[in-house]
Protein backbone atom coordinates (compact mmCIF):
# COMPACT_ATOMS: atom_id res chain seq x y z
CA UNK A 1 0.00 0.00 0.00
CA UNK A 2 1.36 3.44 -1.38
CA UNK A 3 1.97 6.23 1.69
CA UNK A 4 -0.53 8.98 0.71
CA UNK A 5 1.14 12.03 0.55
CA UNK A 6 0.00 15.32 1.49
CA UNK A 7 0.14 18.65 -0.40
CA UNK A 8 1.55 21.79 1.30
CA UNK A 9 -1.80 23.28 1.74
CA UNK A 10 -2.79 20.18 3.52
CA UNK A 11 -0.31 19.52 5.85
CA UNK A 12 -0.98 23.72 6.98
CA UNK A 13 -4.66 22.74 7.23
CA UNK A 14 -3.81 19.78 9.37
CA UNK A 15 -1.47 22.10 11.64
CA UNK A 16 -4.18 24.83 12.11
CA UNK A 17 -6.14 22.03 13.00
CA UNK A 18 -3.99 20.50 15.90
CA UNK A 19 -3.22 24.02 17.11
CA UNK A 20 -7.24 24.75 17.47
CA UNK A 21 -7.24 21.02 19.54
CA UNK A 22 -4.55 22.36 21.86
CA UNK A 23 -4.38 25.86 21.69
CA UNK A 24 -6.50 26.46 24.98
CA UNK A 25 -4.72 23.86 27.03
CA UNK A 26 -1.71 24.59 29.36
CA UNK A 27 1.45 23.33 27.69
CA UNK A 28 0.11 23.14 24.54
CA UNK A 29 3.19 24.02 22.66
CA UNK A 30 4.44 20.61 23.40
CA UNK A 31 1.87 18.74 22.05
CA UNK A 32 1.77 20.84 18.79
CA UNK A 33 5.44 20.33 18.03
CA UNK A 34 4.70 17.20 18.01
CA UNK A 35 1.65 16.69 15.80
CA UNK A 36 3.60 19.41 13.46
CA UNK A 37 6.60 17.04 13.58
CA UNK A 38 4.39 14.40 12.77
CA UNK A 39 2.59 16.05 9.82
CA UNK A 40 5.80 17.65 8.28
CA UNK A 41 8.53 15.04 8.88
CA UNK A 42 10.19 17.99 10.47
CA UNK A 43 9.94 21.20 12.71
CA UNK A 44 11.26 23.65 10.25
CA UNK A 45 11.32 27.50 10.61
CA UNK A 46 7.90 28.38 8.32
CA UNK A 47 5.96 25.53 10.36
CA UNK A 48 8.08 27.20 13.86
CA UNK A 49 6.46 31.06 12.29
CA UNK A 50 3.09 29.37 11.95
CA UNK A 51 2.84 28.03 15.32
CA UNK A 52 4.62 31.11 17.13
CA UNK A 53 1.83 33.33 15.46
CA UNK A 54 -0.91 31.07 16.63
CA UNK A 55 0.03 30.87 20.42
CA UNK A 56 1.92 34.48 20.53
CA UNK A 57 4.61 32.47 21.68
CA UNK A 58 8.31 34.36 20.38
CA UNK A 59 9.69 32.51 17.55
CA UNK A 60 12.93 32.50 19.52
CA UNK A 61 11.38 30.31 22.44
CA UNK A 62 9.69 28.13 19.73
CA UNK A 63 13.11 27.57 17.93
CA UNK A 64 15.05 27.00 21.14
CA UNK A 65 12.38 24.32 22.57
CA UNK A 66 12.79 22.92 19.15
CA UNK A 67 16.65 22.79 19.05
CA UNK A 68 16.51 21.44 22.48
CA UNK A 69 14.67 18.30 22.66
CA UNK A 70 16.25 15.34 20.43
CA UNK A 71 12.97 14.06 18.92
CA UNK A 72 12.56 17.23 17.23
CA UNK A 73 14.02 17.96 13.42
CA UNK A 74 14.27 20.54 11.62
CA UNK A 75 14.97 19.33 8.76
CA UNK A 76 13.27 15.32 8.00
CA UNK A 77 15.05 12.33 8.55
CA UNK A 78 15.77 9.70 6.07
CA UNK A 79 13.57 6.34 5.92
CA UNK A 80 16.10 4.57 7.98
CA UNK A 81 17.39 6.77 10.91
CA UNK A 82 20.69 5.17 12.07
CA UNK A 83 21.42 5.94 15.84
CA UNK A 84 25.08 4.88 16.83
CA UNK A 85 25.01 4.72 20.59
CA UNK A 86 28.21 6.92 22.08
CA UNK A 87 27.43 6.83 25.76
CA UNK A 88 30.15 5.78 27.88
CA UNK A 89 29.27 1.92 27.88
CA UNK A 90 29.24 1.82 24.26
CA UNK A 91 32.03 4.03 23.47
CA UNK A 92 34.84 2.27 25.46
CA UNK A 93 33.87 -0.71 23.62
CA UNK A 94 34.41 1.06 20.09
CA UNK A 95 31.33 2.67 19.49
CA UNK A 96 33.52 5.49 17.80
CA UNK A 97 35.24 3.27 14.66
CA UNK A 98 32.02 1.76 14.35
CA UNK A 99 30.12 5.12 13.50
CA UNK A 100 33.29 6.10 11.42
CA UNK A 101 32.69 3.06 9.38
CA UNK A 102 28.93 3.48 8.68
CA UNK A 103 29.79 7.16 8.09
CA UNK A 104 32.54 5.86 4.94
CA UNK A 105 30.14 2.92 4.17
CA UNK A 106 26.94 5.55 3.54
CA UNK A 107 29.26 8.59 2.22
CA UNK A 108 27.45 10.15 5.01
CA UNK A 109 28.48 12.60 8.13
CA UNK A 110 26.91 12.53 11.15
CA UNK A 111 24.22 14.31 11.88
CA UNK A 112 23.32 14.19 7.62
CA UNK A 113 20.20 12.79 5.48
CA UNK A 114 21.41 11.48 2.34
CA UNK A 115 20.50 13.23 -0.79
CA UNK A 116 18.30 9.80 -1.97
CA UNK A 117 16.61 10.75 1.95
CA UNK A 118 17.11 7.05 2.39
CA UNK A 119 19.05 7.32 5.63
CA UNK A 120 20.29 9.74 8.36
CA UNK A 121 22.86 9.10 10.68
CA UNK A 122 23.03 10.46 14.06
CA UNK A 123 24.94 9.80 17.32
CA UNK A 124 23.11 9.65 20.55
CA UNK A 125 23.71 9.01 24.23
CA UNK A 126 23.27 6.33 25.83
CA UNK A 127 19.98 4.36 25.11
CA UNK A 128 19.99 2.16 27.95
CA UNK A 129 21.25 -1.23 25.81
CA UNK A 130 24.57 -1.02 28.01
CA UNK A 131 24.90 -5.03 28.28
CA UNK A 132 24.83 -5.00 24.63
CA UNK A 133 27.86 -2.32 24.22
CA UNK A 134 28.34 -1.13 21.23
CA UNK A 135 24.76 -0.67 19.92
CA UNK A 136 23.43 0.83 17.03
CA UNK A 137 19.58 0.80 16.03
CA UNK A 138 18.26 1.37 12.88
CA UNK A 139 14.96 2.91 13.15
CA UNK A 140 13.25 0.06 15.88
CA UNK A 141 15.61 -2.48 14.85
CA UNK A 142 18.41 -2.82 17.85
CA UNK A 143 22.30 -4.53 17.04
CA UNK A 144 24.72 -5.22 19.58
CA UNK A 145 27.99 -6.31 20.29
CA UNK A 146 29.17 -5.30 16.99
CA UNK A 147 32.84 -4.96 15.69
CA UNK A 148 33.20 -2.79 12.19
CA UNK A 149 32.98 -5.55 10.10
CA UNK A 150 29.45 -6.33 10.95
CA UNK A 151 28.32 -2.61 9.77
CA UNK A 152 28.57 -3.85 5.71
CA UNK A 153 25.85 -7.19 6.20
CA UNK A 154 23.69 -4.61 8.69
CA UNK A 155 23.30 -2.03 6.34
CA UNK A 156 22.81 -4.40 3.20
CA UNK A 157 19.42 -5.19 4.95
CA UNK A 158 18.30 -1.76 4.08
CA UNK A 159 19.79 -0.62 1.07
Known sequence: MAK???????QFAKLHEAIATYKDNKGALMPI???AQH???AVALDVQKVISKELSIPLAEIYGVVTFYSQFTL???GEFVIGVC???????????PILDRISRELDLPVKATSADGKFTLIDTRCIG????????????????RLTEQDIPDILAKYK
Open 4 to 10: QVMTQEE
Open 33 to 35: LHE
Open 39 to 41: IFG
Open 75 to 77: EPN
Open 86 to 96: MGTACYVKNSQ
Open 129 to 144: ACGLAPVITVNEDVYG
